[in-house]
């Protein structure tokens, strides 16, 4: 499964392991479109695109874990969760990753990941419809939400911890056999939640058709949600009060102008900047977005991408795409790392 290449267009060529191979039509292709003279304070354009590993399902739930060193990543319908470092390049970290012998799932596994502060592990199980939390010592699995109102989530996809330990997820039906047709689908919604660290959970959204990927700004008054909806694909910026209710709505970005057969992919998941950037999976790889939503470039990697995350020294981008895993250096530093 190991393949590292440095990968950059130029021509119709892509310097692969120090030389020059032509790329055969539908291979994969990498290069920074540049939309902005903006975009120069955020990343090189010329950054080489490195690919560290392939021969998954579908890659996502990137995450760094600061104490080892060590991204975590999920092959959703492989039902495996990975690991890679420099150092041992890709080893499969868990197995099953979310519910084996499950029956009504279409990806029984984990998705979303998050590397928390007090050094657990974050997982969305689709396959026993909960966020976890994962001692990375022990390995023990505990659930801190599998229900809403007495009845089950749907397939809890992604989330992000605020700097007081709530924790913001989505819940869309993609776990399940026939998503919103499935009979085991118990909610009327896909929502947006909150799980406070004392337990409770409140539902924040019931109005997004398939909320996806999810983040907070900086300052933790705006919440970023990403609808992967081919006839609504876009971001909407939620602010939030002090006690993380909703107070504003908008949509700050619409993928619909960026689809075509060249661009796979729908809106997924969302990394920022403590500057405020956004980097957003969407169509044909990763946007990079003012924190207003002006869109200042896109890293194309010829593929649908799922999901992207800082890691190492806090300004390298790792990607989860498609069957890849990829990472790029930016001029950026992620909020992880205030």
């Not at 304070?41 to 060193?69: F, I, K, N």
């Not at 924040?204 to 970023?224: H, I, K, Q, W």
């Not at 002006?294 to 991408?305: H, M, N, S, W």
Request: with cysteine; hydrophobic share 35%; glycine share 12%.
């Amino acid at each position: 499964m190991r393949v590292t290449r440095r990968l950059m267009l130029a021509g119709g060529t892509a310097a692969i392991a120090g030389c020059q191979t032509k790329v055969p039509a539908g291979s994969f292709e990498a290069v920074v479109e540049q939309y902005t003279d903006d975009l120069s304070s955020v990343m090189d354009t010329s950054a080489p695109l490195e690919e560290l590993s392939s021969g998954y399902t579908w890659s996502e739930g990137p995450t760094w874990d600061r104490a080892r060193d060590v991204l975590y990543f999920t092959d959703v319908p492989g039902n495996v969760a990975y690991r890679w470092s420099e150092r041992d390049d890709v080893d499969v970290f868990l197995s099953p990753s979310g519910a084996a012998d499950v029956v009504g799932f279409r990806e029984p596994g984990a998705n979303g990941l998050w590397y928390a502060r007090d050094g657990s592990l974050i997982v969305c199980n689709h396959g026993r419809r909960s966020v976890e939390r994962l001692d990375l010592k022990s390995g023990t699995r505990s659930t801190l939400a599998g229900e809403f109102q007495g009845a089950p989530f749907n397939s809890p996809n992604d989330v992000v911890e605020a700097r007081n330990g709530a924790l913001f997820f989505t819940d869309p039906p993609y776990g399940l056999e026939g998503l919103d047709e499935s009979p085991l689908k118990a909610q009327a919604h896909n929502g947006v939640y909150r799980l406070d660290p004392s337990g409770e959970t409140t539902l924040l959204v019931s109005y997004m058709t398939f909320p996806n990927g999810v983040a907070l700004s900086p300052d933790e008054t705006r919440l970023y949600v990403s609808q992967s909806d081919p006839d609504a694909p876009l971001i909407r910026e939620l602010t939030l009060d002090p006690s993380g209710h909703i107070i504003g709505d908008r949509v700050i970005f619409d993928a619909k102008p960026y689809m075509d057969e060249d661009a796979p992919g729908l809106p997924d998941g969302l990394a920022i900047c403590t500057t405020g950037h956004i980097f957003a999976a969407g169509p044909g790889g990763v946007f990079i977005l003012t924190p207003d939503g002006q869109v200042l470039g896109r890293i194309r990697t010829g593929a649908a991408t799922a999901n992207c995350a800082f890691g190492e020294d806090g300004g390298t981008l790792f990607i989860t795409a498609h069957d890849r895993l990829l990472k790029i250096g930016t001029r950026m530093t992620g909020v992880q790392w205030m």
